[in-house]
């Protein structure tokens, strides 16, 4: 079964420059969540969208954004990288009607340098 | 908003033994509660979840258990084995006002799961 693909699966990038990490939902979902985790911590919840609409917003930084396209991919986009914004970036996806289960890719491991 | 606690942040258990993992939660809206397991470097998986109209569901060796006027919900794992071990995150979701869309999932902090043969 497709699951969620996310792209890269690993990203090099130095201070004050830009990434953009991409999620390719499970077919039909219509629901993408964004989630950011650091060495040892919990995903903390950073964005998502319904039916290309952000639908709820979390702990993300003004320096990132983020879109859902007509085909329900998602980016996010990360510009002055930090030091700190090394970490596992997950995105999930899910259907919207229903408590449905949500299914995470494989995540997008940043190192900022 | 929702906040989710966990308890312990680590557990160690002999072979054979039961593990139990307690989480609560602060907003009462909250309706849907998944339990992920993820293991170093990896994606959170789902093991097992429950709605807030069920008191109790079983998965095999998995238990999950609600109790939502105490607000608080437990995995119990029994006849733990090596492979159990891993970091477990327990989970609470809403639905949003709005459109009756899915709310976002509000993770506990994780208990590491260490099984010793």
């Known amino acids: 079964a497709a699951g969620v693909i996310q792209s890269p699966r690993h990203l090099i990038k130095e201070k004050r420059e830009t990434a953009t990490l991409k999620c390719y939902p499970i077919p039909r979902h219509d629901t993408v969540y964004w989630y950011q985790q650091g060495p040892g911590q919990d995903p903390q919840f950073l964005i998502s969208?319904?039916?290309?609409?952000?639908?709820d917003k979390g702990s993300i930084p003004d320096r990132f954004s983020a879109q859902q396209f007509s085909d329900y991919h998602s980016e996010l986009n990360m510009s002055s990288l930090e030091l700190g914004d090394s970490a596992l970036y997950f995105c999930?996806?899910?259907?919207?009607?229903?408590?449905?289960?949500?299914?995470f890719g494989q995540g997008t491991r940043l190192t900022v340098v | 908003g929702e906040n989710v606690e966990q308890h312990p942040s680590t557990l160690s258990v002999q072979e054979g033994d039961s593990a139990v993992i307690k989480c609560t939660y602060s907003?009462?809206?909250?309706?849907?509660f998944p339990w992920y397991k993820q293991e170093l470097g990896k994606r959170p998986q789902l093991i097992i979840d429950i709605r807030s109209n069920v008191g109790e569901k079983k998965d095999q060796r998995i238990a999950v258990t609600l109790n939502k006027t105490a607000k608080h919900f437990s995995l119990h794992i029994t006849e733990t084995q090596p492979e159990d071990s891993a970091v477990y995150f327990c989970?609470?979701?809403?639905?949003?006002?709005?459109?009756?869309?899915?709310?976002?999932?509000?993770f506990g902090k994780g208990t590491k799961l260490s099984v010793k043969p």
């Open positions: 969208f319904y039916e290309k609409m952000q639908s």
């Open positions: 999930a996806s899910s259907l919207r009607t229903g408590d449905t289960e949500a299914f």
């Open positions: 907003d009462s809206a909250s309706n849907y």
């Open positions: 989970a609470a979701r809403k639905r949003l006002n709005y459109g009756g869309s899915q709310g976002n999932l509000i």
